[in-house]
């Protein structure tokens, strides 16, 4: 669970979508987390997802998994300039402590 | 708004100093973690409690001693940082551990060692 890989930056024009993509490396029973921080501040649950899972929507937010090629994508809807951010994949086996970080997308908003 | 509040939002200290960070969580979580995140880096895993009893240590220097006292409180007491030390500190909780459950985290104590 220590590999876990994301483009470092993204930027989009406010009104559009935005898809932030993901890979992972376990492949036994994993739950994968997306977590937003803004400048000065800490880490704000967004959603997850079980690694039996294909997709989860919540309002703005479409995750997709693609357990073959363990990739996992975050895709915001009618991105805002509130959304300029940065955005961390995190995967965690199922009983396990340790939550292990990608390196984060910084999400840029263009008016 | 974080459910998880940590205290004080900064600190500035000399490296012979001690002092402390405070984290308090009420939604009655039973594990408690603590992670420290360098600038432009993801956060790393230092410690983990459940029912109030240390479960993990992630090979931490012990100039870094946590403590539970409760099952709504967290501290972090440092003594003798070194400037590499300087990072934000992040507190988080969850109902138990084990990856089913979503960790929330506080908006963390930025550390600044002198």
């Known amino acids: 669970g220590e590999d876990v890989e994301q483009s470092l930056f993204l930027s989009v024009r406010e009104g559009d979508s935005s898809v932030i993509n993901c890979t992972y490396t376990?492949?036994?029973?994993?739950?994968l987390y997306w977590y937003k921080q803004e400048p000065g501040a800490g880490l704000q649950l967004l959603t997850y997802?079980?690694?039996?899972?294909d997709m989860k929507q919540d309002q703005r937010l479409t995750v997709l998994l693609n357990k073959k090629d363990k990739h996992l994508s975050l895709r915001i809807a009618d991105t805002q300039t509130g959304d300029s951010a940065i955005y961390f994949c995190?995967?965690?086996?199922?009983?396990?402590?340790?939550?292990?970080f990608g390196t984060g997308t910084r999400l840029t908003v263009i008016p | 708004d974080t459910e998880v509040t940590q205290t004080p939002k900064h600190l500035v200290m000399g490296m012979t100093n001690k002092k402390s960070l405070k984290c308090e969580q009420h939604?009655?979580?039973?594990?408690m973690y603590w992670y420290k995140q360098k600038a432009k880096k993801p956060p790393e895993l230092m410690f983990v409690?459940?029912?109030?009893?240390?479960?993990i240590n992630e090979s931490v220097p012990s100039r870094f001693s946590p403590e539970c006292p409760n099952s709504s409180l967290l501290n972090l007491h440092l003594h003798a940082l070194q400037p590499e030390d300087s990072a934000l500190y992040l507190c988080?909780?969850?109902?138990?551990?084990?990856?089913?459950?979503?960790?929330?985290f506080g908006d963390g104590t930025r550390l600044s060692i002198l």
């Open positions: 988080a909780s969850s109902q138990v551990t084990g990856g089913g459950q979503p960790q929330h």
């Open positions: 376990d492949s036994s029973s994993t739950y």
């Open positions: 997802i079980f690694s039996n899972m």
């Open positions: 995190a995967e965690i086996e199922t009983g396990a402590n340790n939550l292990f």
């Open positions: 939604m009655g979580h039973r594990a």
């Open positions: 409690y459940s029912y109030e009893k240390l479960s």
